[in-house]
């Protein structure tokens, strides 16, 4: 258990339905990651914050995609709109400061139907 | 941006044999490697990491090498245990606000008793 916690750990939704997803990152961290990672593939960015501030998003992150950290602790990513291809594992990670070593949470597996 | 190429896609070994699984990357401004260990369900579990003015680190069984010059690096895992047994995953991250990691496809080992 590396301290990330994140919520549902798993989600089966029908094609068109809004998910949203929690992290709660290790206590004092500033930074929050958060990453896709389909079947067979490593994790890809998808966006982070220092602290409340969402300071880059990756082009994977089409329009449907939003994400908070309302004050610089826990935050939700949530889809609109679900499509198929949503369909994987999303992983948040929280660091103490740029640089630091990414400690990852167990995932929430999407499965669209 | 970065581009990490890691080989090989699966590997098998005798339990007490090592296993070597090799990483290269494309952006010579990176300069954190981690390496992270995935279980069957569960997020990536950081098992080594080095700094790009470092040219070996070690910690018991496990050790990571890193060839800036070639832009490539290696996890060489000694006295495999069938524990050993998951996937691999390389990764390396950019200078830049973000410091985001860029992952290998990953490298399923699986340890024979």
């Known amino acids: 258990d590396t301290g990330v916690s994140q919520d549902p750990r798993h989600k089966i939704t029908k094609r068109g339905q809004n998910v949203t997803f929690r992290c709660d990152p290790i206590s004092e961290h500033n930074r929050l990651y958060w990453y896709r990672q389909t079947l067979g593939q490593g994790p890809e960015f998808l966006t982070y914050f220092q602290n409340e501030a969402q300071l880059e998003k990756s082009r994977l992150l089409s329009d449907r995609f939003s994400a908070e950290r309302p004050k610089g602790s826990f935050s939700t990513l949530e889809i609109q709109r679900t499509e198929q291809g949503d369909s994987a594992m999303y992983l948040c990670a929280s660091s103490l400061n740029a640089g630091e070593t990414q400690y990852f949470g167990p995932g929430t597996r999407l499965l669209v139907l | 941006g970065e581009n990490v190429e890691q080989h090989p896609s699966t590997l098998s070994v005798q339990e007490g044999d090592s296993a070597v699984i090799k990483c290269t990357y494309s952006d010579s401004a990176s300069n954190y490697f981690p390496w992270y260990k995935q279980e069957l369900g569960k997020g990536p579990q950081l098992i080594i990491d080095i700094r790009s003015n470092v040219g070996e680190k070690k910690d018991q069984r496990i050790a990571v090498t890193l060839n800036k010059t070639a832009k490539h690096f290696s996890l060489h895992i000694t006295e495999t245990q069938p524990e050993d047994s998951a996937v691999y995953f390389c990764?390396?991250?950019?200078?830049?606000?973000?410091?985001?990691?860029?992952f290998g496809s990953g490298t399923q080992l699986t340890v024979l008793p």
């Open positions: 990764a390396a991250s950019p200078l830049g606000s973000a410091r985001q990691l860029t």
